[in-house]
């Protein structure tokens, strides 16, 4: 039962759309009516600026930290690993919002953070690079996920079962949720910074 809980309780975590919020509080626009048309950090930065885009960041890194230190309180290891998928899954997918969410990028690094955090900060070095070498911020976050299990199999010793697992569901979440942008990416028509 206390699995159910966490599920639930981190779904409507990540359901708090800090780009929907922040553009209709500051900018009295819906984020999804504009750019990508996603709910997220990106999109965000790009509609409305710097500014809010950067408050943006920082609640959805936060609200995927808080998910996943509800969830190990409340059921430990695997708590932890159900309240993180669960905060990504309700950014993604929030039933607030019509299931019209963000990517998932943030809210994954939030995550990540309380889950390992030496994966992590390789992880993310790794899209910045891709980021500043390519100027595609899509590219760069799709290499940074994907890469997760790659760089947990190489990095993180003892092997960790429970986390390996996280690593493809993390992956796959982002190239599922990246699609469109891969396919601009093959047509060379993804946007550039």
Known sequence: MKYIFIAIIAYFIG???????????????DVREYGSGNAGTTNALRTFGK?????????????????VVLGRSIGSE?????????????????VLLNFKGGKGVATTIGVM??????????????????????RTVSLGSIIGMASAPLVALIFIKPFQGQLLIFCFF????????????????????????
Not at 52 to 62: E, R, S
Not at 113 to 134: D, E, K, Q, R
């Open 113 to 134: 953070a309380i889950i390992n955090p030496f994966l992590t900060i390789l992880c993310v070095i790794l899209g910045l690079i891709i980021i500043i070498i390519s």
């Open 78 to 94: 695997l708590g932890a690993y159900l309240g993180g998928a669960f905060a990504i899954i309700g950014h993604n997918w929030p």
């Open 170 to 193: 993390i992956a796959g979440m982002s190239i599922f949720r990246h699609k469109d942008n891969i396919n601009r990416l093959i047509r060379g028509e993804e946007n550039k910074f």
């Open 15 to 29: 359901n708090i759309s800090f780009a929907y919020i922040l553009g209709k509080i500051f900018e009295k626009k």
């Open 51 to 67: 500014k809010i885009g950067a408050m943006v960041l920082v609640g959805d890194v936060l609200k995927g930290l808080v998910a």
